[in-house]
């Protein structure tokens, strides 16, 4: 059974999925751009955002601190250029822009600075889908949601979400968009893949019950699950898993054993882990699109060529049974 109904391909281009209950549609595979500015320098980042748009990726995501606050979408909006019309675009705000720690939050004065600041770095008048980074514990969920809602009237933004929320503050956030008559949450942006599947106890059925639409991060575990990294043999070199942020996160024997035992399955089926990465968050019905990094337009490629793979209910049974449940859930 397909993920979402309304599933459509634009010519060649990759498949285009339902954003939820809004009225966009996404490419299954987005760009994920907190590398611009800095592991990709302004060259680099423009070869695989046009590799993305020939590959028929849709879906774009940054935020205002990525890239040493503020490079990753100026880079991002000088490479789109005009094509900016034709993607959905997403950022995010609320983590210190400054060292002083002004710069940051999710008060009702701070919002439309810090989107107005982006509007400019991205050169475009509009964003389709602006998050709250992170919760901002000073600041009621009201007063967010009142300074959203503004920007959303002032077609600013055309659809609002939430990254790094608890089940309990997202369903108080949307109780409070109900009762104050304001723009609800539309999307949430999450850690979530087959090795980190902490989000399925109590945050992803929440995430189902508000109807939010899905966009999971890290799909790949910084690389665990694209076959490059085996136990035993030497880390390769350059690779995300190389620094120490995520290493720490992913690199371990149980998840080292679980990739063995998920690869042995996708040869058994002539598959890469790849594909199967893409495909088992896709096989999930509030998943909208799946957002993959990419450094080179190679990889880019490789990324979107691995959609495709639809996973039937006895195939997701058996990865549900070889995952291992273990790593920590931590934010972006």
Known sequence: MPAFAGMTRVGNSMLQRPFGTTNLKVSAVGLGCNNFGVRLDKAAAQK???????????????????GNRGDSERMLGEALGSRRKDIVLVTKFGLPMDGSGRRQGA??????????????????????????????????????????DALVRQGKVRHIG???????????????????DLTPFAATEDQYNLLSREIEHELLPAIVAEKLAL?????????????????????????????????DRFLNDENFRAVERLQQFCTA???????????????????AGVIAGASTPEQLRQNADAVGWDLGPEEIAEVDRLTVHGSENQPE
Not at 48 to 66: K, N, Q, S, W
Not at 117 to 137: C, E
Not at 162 to 179: T, Y
Not at 228 to 246: D, F, I, V
């Open 162 to 180: 939430c990254s790094n929320f608890s089940a309990a503050e997202i369903r108080d956030a949307q109780a409070a968009a109900c009762a104050k």
């Open 215 to 247: 966009l999971p991060y890290f799909p790949l575990a910084s690389g665990m699950l694209t076959g490059k990294y085996r136990l035993g043999r030497p880390m390769p070199e350059g690779t995300r898993l190389a620094h120490a942020r995520y290493s």
């Open 48 to 66: 695989v955002v046009h590799a993305a748009l020939d590959a028929g990726v849709t879906l774009f995501d940054t935020a205002d601190i990525y």
């Open 107 to 148: 008060s009702r004065r701070y919002v439309p600075r810090a989107l107005d600041a982006s509007l400019k770095r991205l050169n475009t008048d509009w964003i389709d889908v602006y998050y709250v980074h992170r919760p901002d514990p000073k600041t009621p969920i009201e007063e967010t949601l009142g300074a959203l």
């Open 269 to 287: 089926r002539g598959r890469s882990l790849l594909q199967l990465a893409f495909a088992w968050l896709l096989a999930k019905p509030c998943v």
